[in-house]
C-alpha cells in the first residue's frame, strides 16, 4: 500500500488509546509531522480506540494478560486498514509485533524518572511506617517493597487523573507516576519529588514514544522517517533487548535504562522477585552499534544469576 501526503480529503488516521495523556501523546504525534511536512491539522485524524486494559480496572494487569492489554485492539485495526499508525507509550508495549507491522519511528524521550507524589509528604523518606502507597506497577510495587518493607501498598489502576482523584479521596497517602506523562499533560507541579534513577530504576522504555505502522507501507514510513529520534532508539534498541532476554511480562518486576554518552552506550538493569525480597542487578556499557547485543547479554547474564524459582508466574 502507497499513499501521497495526507489532505484534509484523506487523513493520515493516527490510532491511540483514550485517555487524556495517550490522546496528548497522539496529538503531540500529529504536531511533529504537521511541522516536519508543512500540513494542516485538517491533514490528520486522531481515532481513539478503548483496549482491554483501559476496560478492565479492578484487576491487576498481571491476572488479564500482561504486557499487550494496551495494544492489541489497536494493532488489530492497524492491520484491517482502519487506522493508518498507531501511538504507544512504549513501557505497554510487548518486545515483539504481530506480523505484518513494525515499530519504525520513535519520538524524543521526555523524562525517564518515577514521580513521587502525596498529599502532605516531601518524599518517600517521609512517610510513616504503615502508610498505604497505591501503584498498579508490579516494577514500582516490588521496588517500594525493597526499599520500604514497613509501607503497605495497595493496587491503584486508572489514568492519571484518576489516581490523583483517589489520593483526594484518601484511598492511599502517596503513588507513584511517570514524570513524563505529568510533563505532558502539563501536570508536573503535581510531582512533590521526581525519584532519581539510583534510587528507582524506571520501566523499560519509560518516556518514550513509539509509533507504529504497516510493514511495507513505504510512504508511510517516508513520513514517519522526519520525526524519527535516532537516540531514542538507540536506547530503547538495548533495553527492549534486555527485557527479550529475560522474557518480560507483566508476572516479574523488571527495570532497566540506557542512557548515551557520545558513542557510547551505558545499561543499568534490574529484576525483583514481588515481594521485594530480593533484588539482582547488572550493569554494562559498549559501543551504540552494539545496543541490542548488549541488552541481551545482560538480561542473559541476570538471567543465569536468578534463582530457578524467581521468574515463577
Do not use: W
Request: proline share 7%; charged share 25%.
Amino acid at each position: 500500500m502507497t499513499r501521497e501526503l495526507p489532505d484534509p480529503d484523506r487523513p493520515l488516521r493516527i490510532g491511540t488509546r483514550g485517555s487524556p495523556l495517550a490522546l496528548a501523546q497522539a496529538r503531540e504525534t500529529r504536531d511533529r509531522l504537521m511541522a516536519a511536512h508543512g500540513l494542516p491539522e485538517a491533514a490528520f485524524a486522531i481515532v481513539p480506540i478503548k483496549t482491554t486494559g483501559d476496560r478492565v480496572q479492578d484487576r491487576p494487569l498481571g491476572e488479564i494478560g500482561g504486557k499487550g492489554l494496551f495494544t492489541m485492539e489497536i494493532e488489530a485495526a492497524l492491520l484491517e486498514g482502519t487506522i493508518d499508525i498507531a501511538v504507544h507509550s512504549m513501557k505497554d508495549m510487548p518486545t515483539a509485533q504481530p506480523e505484518g507491522l513494525a515499530l519504525t519511528c520513535y519520538l524524543p524521550r521526555e523524562d525517564v524518572r518515577d514521580a513521587f507524589v502525596a498529599l502532605g509528604a516531601a518524599g518517600l523518606e517521609d512517610l510513616p511506617a504503615g502508610a498505604v502507597v497505591g501503584t498498579s506497577s508490579l516494577r514500582r510495587r516490588a521496588q517500594l517493597r525493597h526499599r520500604r518493607p514497613d509501607l503497605a501498598v495497595v493496587e491503584f489502576r486508572g489514568n492519571v487523573q484518576t489516581r490523583l482523584r483517589k489520593l483526594e479521596e484518601g484511598v492511599a497517602r502517596a503513588t507513584f507516576l511517570a514524570m513524563a506523562g505529568l510533563r505532558r499533560l502539563g501536570l508536573h507541579a503535581v510531582a512533590r519529588a521526581p525519584i532519581p534513577p539510583e534510587a528507582m530504576l524506571p520501566a523499560i522504555a519509560q518516556g518514550a514514544i513509539g509509533v507504529e505502522q504497516r510493514s511495507g507501507d513505504d510512504a508511510v514510513s517516508a513520513l514517519l522517517a522526519a520525526i524519527h529520534d535516532p537516540p531514542t532508539a538507540q536506547r530503547l534498541a538495548a533495553e527492549r533487548a534486555f527485557l527479550a532476554a529475560l522474557d518480560g511480562s507483566c508476572q516479574t518486576p523488571i527495570a532497566g535504562l540506557a542512557e548515551l554518552d557520545g558513542g557510547r552506550i551505558r545499561l543499568r538493569g534490574e529484576i525483583l522477585r514481588p515481594d521485594g525480597s530480593e533484588c539482582l542487578t547488572a550493569e554494562a556499557s559498549g559501543a551504540v552499534e552494539d545496543a541490542a547485543r548488549l541488552g541481551a547479554a545482560m538480561g542473559a547474564e541476570l538471567r543465569g544469576r536468578a534463582a530457578p524459582d524467581f521468574f515463577a508466574a
